[in-house]
């Protein structure tokens, strides 16, 4: 007899030890049962199985909710995983996109994941709507991506697909497969097994007591797991329409045409000269725009977080033009701060503002809290958030009120810090409390996006640290603002140097095809002209 491998020798000793244990466990079934007629406790035993399925069956019914296979569920519903597409740093646009995709995977029926057609109906559905989101004005909106970013999505879902497999597939990182074919080839015996239950069944109704009492039970068995069943499998739908949605997000949204290298070493053109201007040279900073009427603290408020880079200041504005200034604290990103000129009713400066907002990561908006004249404010604010609502494939900025010169506020002559806004029962504090609301609500901010502070020169500046404070706290959301500002600068432009590169490389393909196409041919030739030369050899051999 031949040898076996040792691998073979192994395999066919676990099957050998597998069924010797598994025929003997089996066989308690029947011989249990009839010890328990001979003796009279079957009809026990029964109704003991039966209460216990019950019990498991009440507590499955109060623990997982109804899965109906049509769940009719409003398709206008904001995403429940906002902390997820916050994350991912997604635009408003990518965000409405999760949303109609949340919506599908709710309204999604669980059968349709039961065949591979279903699957992928299901799948092209997903990804239609995303791309109708993501470009509505397009007629063939599913193709709107490159191919390095088709062979992305394709290399990035690989991955994840095989890190599935390998931590949640027993012996998935050991079945072959030719064994899962096999197996996939085996599936008819569930039928046979069925088939010969059904047989058991009929045979005991020799005891019709007992076999109606098992009867019972299994159905009441069958119907618990069909309900679990139909609860796993909504739940399996909805995870896979929210992967499938997720990755389309990805593509149609143009995040796979730019790089995870090229976008930590870009810098913008903004901030390029910027950082030219201060003899700057490091990766894209964080940038923070103040803005505010002229007069109200905006260079006073960039030389109390700036500290070592002074801004002019006097009693007349000083800021004429957008000036950059470090911004360096512990702790702190590398960032830029910029104050702007004083806006006013011109609106080619508002325009200005609203290009150079569209740069900027994060706002300062700084208004004199002893002064009511807010329509400027109002009219730039208005002009703003609407620009940024209209493009959504942007993130607004997130904005922060600065309200200054409360030393300025009634009664003149009191400046007794700190005041404690919320117990402090001093005059001075009531009316700190009372500018801070009226100009809150004039211009559409939340208390805590405003922050009261004292800039005056006479005085030490009082509340900054609140406001590094709410600063700090807005972070989060700069940083998603500034990685889509980067993501889409990188995305939307080329340069003559990338197209001769790609030109070059091409070139070069295109040549060293040629010479193998050349060189393959010369080798034939040769090859022909020897075997001629051999002929006539033999043909000379012969008189």
């Known amino acids: 007899m031949t040898a076996k491998p040792p691998r073979a020798r192994r395999t066919a000793s676990f099957i050998l030890i597998a069924i010797g244990l598994l025929i003997p466990a089996l066989s308690l079934i029947p011989l249990g049962s009839i010890w328990l007629w001979q003796h009279g406790y079957l009809l026990y035993w029964t109704a003991f199985a039966f209460l216990a399925v019950m019990a498991v069956y009440l507590t499955q019914r109060r623990l997982l909710p109804d899965a109906p296979t049509h769940p009719e569920r409003e398709t206008d519903i904001p995403a429940e995983d ?26 999604a029926d669980p059968d349709s994941i039961s065949s591979p057609d279903g699957l992928l109906k299901l799948g092209q559905d997903t990804i239609g709507v995303v791309a109708k989101r993501l470009h ?154 103040v803005a505010g009427q002229a007069g109200v603290g905006k260079s006073s408020l960039v030389n109390a977080l700036a500290k070592e880079a002074r801004a002019a200041t006097d009693a007349l504005p000083a800021t004429s033009n957008f000036t950059p200034y470090v911004l360096e604290r512990e702790g702190f990103p590398a960032a830029l701060i910029i104050d702007s000129p004083g806006i006013g009713h011109d609106p080619k400066m508002l325009g200005e503002l609203i290009d150079r907002a569209a740069d900027c990561d994060l706002m300062l908006w700084v208004v004199a809290a002893h002064r009511a004249d807010r329509n400027t404010d109002k009219a730039a604010l208005d002009a703003l958030r609407a620009h940024f609502a209209s493009r959504l494939n942007r993130r607004r900025p997130p904005l922060i009120l600065v309200a200054t010169h409360i030393d300025r506020l009634r009664p003149f002559g009191e400046w007794a810090p700190p005041y404690d806004l919320a117990t402090d029962t001093r005059e001075k504090s009531r009316n700190i409390r009372a500018a801070l609301d009226a100009a809150s609500s004039d211009l559409g901010f939340t208390a805590d996006e405003a922050v009261p502070v004292s800039l005056g020169e006479s005085t030490q500046p009082y509340n900054v640290e609140l406001l590094w404070q709410r600063i700090a706290e807005a972070l989060p959301e700069a940083t998603r603002a500034q990685l889509l500002r980067c993501l889409h600068e990188l995305k939307d432009t080329w ?36 075997k001629e030369c051999t002929a006539d050899a033999e043909r000379n051999k012969w008189p």
């Open 82 to 107: 906002d902390d997820t597409a916050r994350a991912l740093g997604w635009s408003p646009a990518e965000e409405l996109a999760w949303n109609d995709v949340q919506a599908l995977s709710r309204t």
């Open 136 to 289: 509505p004005g397009r007629q063939d909106p599913l193709w709107q991506f490159t191919t390095p970013e088709a062979l992305a999505i394709i290399e990035r879902v690989s991955r994840r697909l095989r890190m599935f497999v390998l931590d949640s597939v027993p012996f998935g990182d050991r079945l072959t497969i030719a064994q899962a074919l096999a197996l996939y080839r085996w599936r008819g015996a569930v039928g046979m097994a069925e088939r010969a239950y059904d047989v058991w069944r009929i045979i005991r109704m020799a005891n019709p007591v007992t076999a109606a009492a098992q009867e019972a039970r299994e159905q009441l068995s069958k119907a618990m797991m069909q309900w679990g069943q139909a609860a796993i499998s909504q739940r399996l739908t909805e995870v896979y329409v929210q992967e499938i949605g997720r990755a389309a997000i990805d593509l149609y949204g143009g995040r796979l045409r730019v790089s995870s290298r090229a976008l930590a070493g870009h810098v913008s053109g903004e901030s390029a000269a910027d950082q030219a201007a201060l003899s700057q040279a490091r990766a894209e900073p964080l940038r923070i725009l």
């Open 495 to 530: 340069t003559w140097k990338g197209v001769w590169s790609q030109a070059n490389s091409a070139g070069r393909v295109i040549a060293g095809s040629l010479r193998n196409q050349a060189g393959r041919r010369s080798k034939e030739g040769t090859t022909l002209d020897q």
